[in-house]
């Protein structure tokens, strides 16, 4: 009988262990996994926030740099502006003054929506210069031409209209909305809704979640500096004119 009970107690004892273990592991492994998401919400929050140097330094910027000297190259290959006599050489019937006129339209155009390195990389308009800049600040200027908020500032500037009230409150965030984490070794994809474009995820052109795509670094899990990391898709904010109406609470403005 006294074996009995013995027994009993240790089987009773392993199953203690295996439970206290098994929690064990699984809690490590919620760990494992809310880490990448807390990091990712940490540089949304510091992105809203326009803390630019605290959410660049939870970037890799590896690809970045590689893609700056990418753009610099491109902008090096562009042809050159055109001049009056360049449209008088193409339509030789066109009076002087219309050529004058429409190159006019044409670098006004530019000078408002042209811009493409000022569209990646917020206050940067030449090569030279975005070659030039050193890594942290150039991972700033790229956060700061992605921020929504940012970037219907410059266009409004642009357009010669004031900023509507509550234009810096409609950006601001909650807490980001984490669909899901898979975490393999060092590296880790974080599933999340976007926090400035909050569109409905079901039917033919629904909106899916976008992707986080984050490397461990020692202790420290680094976000990779994607072109679908801010905004899911490419798009250019274009203000076509100034208008008296405020954005909803908590809405951006159209």
Not at 81 to 95: A, C, F, G, H, S
Request: proline share 9%; net charge positive; hydrophobic share 40%.
């Amino acid at each position: 009988m006294p074996m009995y009970v013995a027994r009993v107690r240790a089987i009773s004892l392993l199953a203690i262990v295996a439970v206290c273990v098994t929690s064990a592991v699984r809690a490590q492994a919620d760990r494992v996994h809310q880490a990448p998401a807390a990091v990712l919400d940490t540089f949304f929050q510091a992105l809203a926030d326009e803390r630019w140097t605290d959410a660049a330094g939870l970037l890799d910027p590896t690809e970045l740099d590689v893609y700056r000297f990418q753009a610099a190259a491109g902008m090096r290959r562009r042809p050159r502006d055109l001049t009056v006599d360049d449209l008088l050489r193409t339509d030789p019937q066109m009076p002087r003054a219309v050529a004058e006129y429409e190159l006019e339209r044409t670098r006004a155009r530019r000078a408002t929506y042209g811009d493409y390195l000022g569209r990646e990389f917020a206050g940067v308009h030449d090569a030279a210069q975005l070659e030039s800049l050193p890594v942290r600040e150039l991972v700033i200027r790229w956060l700061q031409a992605q921020h929504p908020a940012l970037r219907l500032r410059e266009q409004l500037r642009l357009m010669g209209c004031p900023p509507p009230p509550g234009l810096d409150s409609a950006f601001r965030l909650g807490a980001l909305n984490v669909v899901g984490t898979v975490v393999r070794g060092d590296t880790a994809l974080v599933l999340f809704r976007s926090p400035w474009r909050p569109f409905p995820d079901s039917g033919f052109f629904g909106s899916g979640p976008q992707v986080a795509h984050l490397k461990r670094e020692g202790s420290q899990w680094r976000i990779l500096a994607r072109h679908d990391l801010v905004q899911p898709s490419p798009a250019s904010m274009r203000v076509e004119r100034c208008s008296d109406t405020s954005p909803a609470p908590g809405k951006p403005p159209r």
